[in-house]
């Protein structure tokens, strides 16, 4: 009897008999088992210097877009620290807190009104990412699992109906081969700038001057090409992206 009594106790270890989990996390509702206050989840702002490098350039994987300087982008966390806080972090020390909000791994880019206004501190059932949705919901899982997070059910559900059909869980960059900077600017003085730049920031700018001729024909009268590395989009120029399929940044493990 003594014996089967502790082979239970060694079986039930960990979630209560009859809680469910999912891909190994604890399914319940969020619980703020303390009080939140962002200054627990403090993190450096020389971060985005690494996650400029990890993507190649200022990119967001929310939008597919690229920006011309990191001042145009916030430092995002893919889970927001008051979710995490309230799906078990609440209860973790000082340490444990401030390496969730440092952790790469939970970390992007992103432009200040998606950030602050439009996820904000939503969860996956509340907000999904325009592009990379499937990168996104398997991140969503890593770092869960990773720091042994709960997911309630709606959350649960929104990540297994987007990961049930993903062919792919990669960081994926539009359009293909696109460096930071590349686009077609426009600008005044019948001038045009071509800008091809892969994401090493090789570049090569090709200024076409043109006239205007018969219904709105465009007519190329001059050119001149440039293989300075370019570091801000030319001022007073409308940027166009050609189109192109996607690319891969960097393949990522399913959870």
Known sequence: MYKLVLLALILFTGPAFGEETWRGLLVTEEYRCSSYSSSQYSYSQSLEDAIVEAYGGVYSPYTGDWFDSDRKTDIEHIIARSEAHDSGLCSADSETKRQFASDLLNLTLADPSTNRDTKGAKDAAEW?????????????????????????????????NILSYCPSVDLVIFPANAGPLSGIYTGPGQQAIVITQNRAGETINITLHFDVGPNDSIVPTSWTA????????????????????PTTIFEEPAP
């Open 128 to 160: 999904l990412p325009d592009r990379n949705r499937c990168w996104f919901a398997n991140r969503v899982v890593r770092v869960k699992q990773k720091y042994g997070l709960t997911v309630d059910e709606n959350e649960r559900n929104a990540l297994h």
């Open 226 to 245: 440039d293989f300075n590395r370019t570091v801000e989009a030319p001022l007073g120029y409308t940027r166009y992206f050609p189109s192109g399929e």
